[in-house]
């Protein structure tokens, strides 16, 4: 699409008095405008990144603030994507079932058409790269993390396809500080082509705050920077956000009693009655089991997502508070719950639940 909205920061003078914004002088604390460039944000995530995800060996890129873009949750950088590169009625995205199912979505808000070519291999972790590489699409979207497989890509393949492919490779890591693997952010400065889309709401756990960013190279960022509304960020929403992501203790501690929690359910789910393989490399617990699964954990009074994307056969488990896990483990083996062990964290997963129900609330699948 024609990219539309002005780009370029104002010129601040800050001795002249600002005319121009038509602000309610009377407004009281909120009556300014918030920094459109979220400068400090910026800064704060970039820092932040480098605590919360292990870092590739070898010379490293220094980030800058133009390869990042603040969205609000990597559904927006998604849209801001779709929006900014897909032309309606005329260009065609390759997707890789099973996935999240946001990318179909947007696919059909903006007329873009589907081309399936499925993940492959036992795990689902395998890309078809021939048929991919040879499609004629605009791009390709690849969750890795996957969502609703619940493991990781194998890396080869998305190495070639990368190197095979000159057409937009997005790839979603909304839940790559799960994983424990190093992020396709640091191939951007040999692959322009390469954007890697990012949420807060999941291993951070600041899904109340709806943040996220698009990291890609500085001239794709200029162009969806064109596309996004104006001051899209609410001021205390990034006041907020700053605060959180200056405590590197506190993100990593999060992230170590989310992913060890998630871990501890899977181990537990491994062994019930019903439940087959188990796939937990993102920030929730994918079985293999029907849906009579489900049922049964929905009477047990657990609300989990049977036939995830439409992938029959498997059940997905968000990752809940240890009490609640504890329950779940054993209604499924019909004994008594045991309590978690002493010394867990206190739960921090309450604002994200209350934001998935909130996307649930629009009908899609999450
Ligand atoms: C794979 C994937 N991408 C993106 C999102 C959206 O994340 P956000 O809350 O940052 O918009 C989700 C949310 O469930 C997800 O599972």
Redesign the pocket.
């Known amino acids: 699409m024609r990219p539309t909205f002005p780009t370029a920061p104002r010129r601040e003078r800050h001795d002249l008095v600002n005319l121009r914004d038509n602000e309610n002088p009377f407004g009281g604390p909120h009556r300014h405008y918030p920094d459109n460039g979220n400068d400090d944000l910026v800064a704060a995530y970039i820092r932040a990144l480098d605590v919360v995800e292990p870092m590739p060996d070898g010379p490293r890129w220094r980030w800058g603030p133009e390869s990042v873009l603040i ?8 849209d801001l994507v779709f929006r900014t590169f897909f032309e309606p009625a005329s260009d065609a995205v390759a997707l890789t079932p099973p ?2 199912a ?1 990318f179909d979505e947007l696919a059909t808000v903006y007329r873009v058409a589907r081309v399936p070519v499925p993940l492959r291999g036992e795990r689902l972790d395998r890309l078809d790269v021939g048929r991919l590489a040879s499609l004629p699409v605009k791009g390709v979207i690849l ?1 890795d ?3 609703p497989t619940g493991t990781c890509l194998d890396r080869r393949d998305v190495l070639a396809l990368l190197d095979a492919f000159d057409g937009l490779v997005v790839i ?1 890591e ?2 790559v500080e799960c994983s424990g693997r190093v992020s396709y952010r640091h191939l951007i400065p040999e692959h322009p082509n390469l954007v890697v ?6 291993a951070l756990g600041l ?1 109340a705050l ?3 960013a698009v990291l890609a190279h500085p001239d794709l960022l200029t162009a969806l920077r064109k596309t996004r509304l104006p001051y899209a960020l609410p001021g205390p929403v990034t006041a907020r956000a700053v605060a959180e992501l200056t405590r590197p203790a506190s993100l990593r501690g999060r992230i170590e009693a989310f992913t060890g929690e998630r871990d501890r359910l899977a181990a537990g789910l491994a062994g019930c009655p019903g439940v087959g393989r188990v796939f937990a490399e ?2 929730f617990v994918t079985v293999e089991g029907e849906h009579t699964l489900a049922d049964e954990l929905w009477r047990a009074g657990f609300d989990t997502l049977p036939e995830p994307m439409g992938w029959p056969g498997h059940v997905r488990v968000s990752v809940g508070r240890p009490v609640d896990n504890s329950r779940l483990v054993a209604a499924l083996k019909g004994v008594p719950a045991r309590e978690p062990a002493t010394g867990m964290r206190k739960p921090t997963f309450r604002m994200a639940r209350g ?2 129900a909130a ?1 649930r609330g629009r009908g899609l699948q ?1």
């Open positions: 969205t609000r949750g990597a559904a927006d950088g998604l996935s999240f946001l969750c993390p996957g969502n979603d909304a839940y889309v990012r949420s807060m709401s999941k899904a709806r943040l996220g993102a920030g934001a998935v996307i999450t």
